[in-house]
């Protein structure tokens, strides 16, 4: 099969490589229709996320049908077409039990801390993902959910991650009625961060970023109060100035460990890896909340240590709360917004690649380049739908 | 600043100049009518109704939840347990198993426990570690990297060809300065010695113009 395959930092490229087998009872192969690039796909492909091996496929976000399953399979059949949440989860263990999805604990051998996520490293489990014609699921009674009619294709490959994660960061911040939000980040998770934010009755949304265009877009598309951090002499100053000098209500960092924006935190974070990433909107987080207010956190950091403000954050009486997100909790919530057209997630795709492209695809993407906000990436069985889409890049 | 200045008119004393003004205690909301224009507005307002995340909910709503933990996967290749768990999990990825040098140092890396910092930083030096091995691996199977396709140069070109040619020139003249100093460095020391002489010995007098080593008498000048 052809697959995305991670040569080292900044270098990845389409490759055939051995097509995945059923290797639990519990798996089933899924011929991946359509996959995105994730912005958290950037800190892999940056090699910021450790345990990151040459010859991996990234991708968690994907949909696809259902071309064969193992023999303790039973909720799902050959031909299903079906959305995979991006956490690999067993659904039996003591934190699905608690629907905390993100953190099952039965799924990932090799790190106690972090979830399973498809493609996302070994740290994460060592599942390839579903930038490629084929991926292994395993667990495929629990976490795949079947497409329904009603949804379109788009829309259901933007549920698997981004929308879900912009959703529960958004309630994460624990929004009250009128609250001032302020969401850093513009990228796909912030815009629906932003989005989310409105659903729960914020009374103002501002985001932060400092690439013009992402602002214009977010601007447009969830009509909040945007604001180019480039522009402002201190962030969190400005909040405060914004927010008659209280601070904002909830702040979400939707950016995590590779933020621009504080040479130090660059320096530290970024280039010398001293600590797990760049942590500039995390601190901007701590220090524009309002005393007593909430701060959300599904930015990606590294497991490695970060000099936080904690200090800041104890002084402040902060709510901090953070998780990778339980994507199956929100699906059904997700799908009536949809339905009911208070979501239109498929109105953020901007680009629709090849996979055999899937190096330019993620250069365009990490190096913002053609105004980009997602990117889908179409394998060549999909044909029809390349045919009719896949004219972005040629 | 806005508020500074308005300070400063009214005529307070210097220090007063400094701070921005009087904070409100309630800051200004909009009320539901000036919200009602936002596509959506309020439809999870009833924090009852959202999802509730990240508290706890027992039992799970919204999955088929299996009976018992899932049946133990079999171990085919080496997988690197975290030391933080005991055993290995049900079910685990099989992809990319540790190997070479890199595989020594990820299985010493997991000697340590996550919540110790040599762990990350070891599985870090055998990420890089593993690029150089994943481009012998590719030169010992006849394929030639193209690193530059692998980078998305195509890409670049289109759509940042600026960016390009500026990248472009600064790796020129990394790579001229580069090799314009270990030219010099390289030069043996018995040249150096000789064009010592040619250049100031008196006996034998100054450099010859248009001798028959242009390069040599350029470096002299």
């Known amino acids: 099969m052809l697959a995305m395959n991670y040569r080292g930092p900044y270098r990845v490229r389409a490759e055939h490589k051995p097509d995945p087998v059923i290797e639990h009872p519990g798996d089933a192969i899924i011929r991946v229709t359509r996959s995105c690039i994730c912005g958290s796909d950037l800190h892999l492909y940056h090699g910021l996320v450790p345990d990151t091996r040459v010859g991996h496929t990234f991708g968690h976000e994907f949909i696809g049908v259902v071309e064969e399953v193992g023999s303790g399979v039973h909720k799902l059949q050959v031909g299903d077409k079906v959305l995979v949440p991006f ?24 790190s106690s801390a972090v979830g399973s996520i498809y493609g996302y490293s070994h740290t994460a489990g060592g599942y390839d993902g579903g930038q490629a014609e084929l991926v292994r699921v395993p667990m495929a009674d629990v976490g795949p959910m079947i497409i329904p009619h009603d949804i379109h294709d788009d829309d259901a490959v933007l549920l698997t991650d981004a929308v ?5 960061a958004a309630e994460m911040g624990d929004i009250e009625e009128g609250d001032t939000v302020v969401v850093f980040g513009a990228g796909p998770v912030g815009i629906f961060a932003a989005k989310s934010a409105w659903l729960m009755g914020a009374g103002r949304v501002i985001v932060v970023d400092h690439v013009d265009y992402r602002l214009e877009f977010v601007k447009r598309y969830a009509q909040c109060e945007i604001v180019n951090f480039k522009e402002v002499r201190d962030m969190a100053e ?8 209280m601070g904002a209500d909830v702040c979400i960092d939707a950016v995590g460990c590779e933020a621009s924006g504080n040479a130090m935190q660059t320096l530290t974070g970024r280039y010398l890896m001293a600590q797990a990433g760049s942590a500039t909107a995390l601190h901007w987080c701590i220090n524009s909340v309002r005393k007593g207010g909430n701060v959300s956190i599904v930015g990606v950091y590294g497991p490695t ?19 990778q997100a ?3 909790r929100h699906l059904p919530r997700l799908i009536e917004h949809i339905r009911a057209g208070r979501l239109n997630p498929k109105e953020i795709i901007t680009h629709r690649v090849p996979l055999e492209d899937v190096s330019d695809a993620y250069h365009i993407f990490s190096g913002k380049l053609d105004e980009c906000i997602k990117t889908v990436l179409i394998p060549p069985n999909t044909n029809q739908v390349r045919q009719v889409t896949a004219s972005t890049m040629h | 600043m806005e508020s500074r200045e308005i300070v400063q008119q009214k005529g307070g004393h210097a220090h007063t100049g400094q701070h921005p003004g009087p904070g409100r205690a309630a800051p200004h909301r909009p009320t539901r009518d000036e919200l009602q224009h936002i596509q959506g507005w309020g439809a999870d307002l009833d924090r009852k109704d ?8 027992t039992p799970p ?6 009976e018992g933990d899932p049946l133990q996967q079999q171990e085919k290749i080496e997988v690197l347990v975290s030391s933080e768990r005991p055993g290995i999990t049900q079910v685990f990825g099989t992809v990319q198993p540790p190997a070479g040098l890199s595989g020594m140092l990820r299985r010493l890396a997991f000697r340590a426990s996550e919540n110790d910092l040599r762990h990350w930083l070891l599985l870090l030096l055998a990420d890089r570690v593993n690029v150089v091995e994943g481009i012998a691996d590719d030169l010992a199977r006849g394929h030639i990297p193209n690193v530059l396709g692998e980078m998305g140069i195509k890409a670049e070109l289109k759509h940042n060809p600026a960016g390009l040619a500026k990248k472009a020139a600064i790796v020129a003249a990394v790579v001229g300065t580069a090799y314009y100093l270990m030219e010099r460095r390289g030069r043996p020391d018995r040249d150096r010695h000789a064009e010592h002489r040619l250049s100031f010995d008196p006996r034998h007098g100054p450099p010859e113009s248009g001798g028959a080593d242009p390069g040599r008498r350029n470096r002299c000048a």
């Open chain 1, 305 to 323: 240590f970060n000099a936080v403000p904690i200090g800041n954050a104890l002084n402040k009486g902060l709510t901090l709360r953070m998780n």
């Open chain 1, 326 to 328: 339980s994507v199956r």
């Open chain 2, 61 to 66: 709503r919204f999955i088929h939840q299996p």
């Open chain 1, 238 to 245: 400005h909040i405060k100035k914004m927010t008659d000098w």
């Open chain 1, 87 to 110: 956490n690999v989860f067993c659904g039996s263990c003591f934190f699905c039990d608690r629907e905390l999805y993100g953190n099952c604990d039965n799924m990932n051998a090799q």
């Open chain 2, 50 to 57: 959202r999802p509730g995340v990240p508290m706890e909910r």
């Open chain 1, 164 to 168: 879900p994660t912009g959703y529960q």
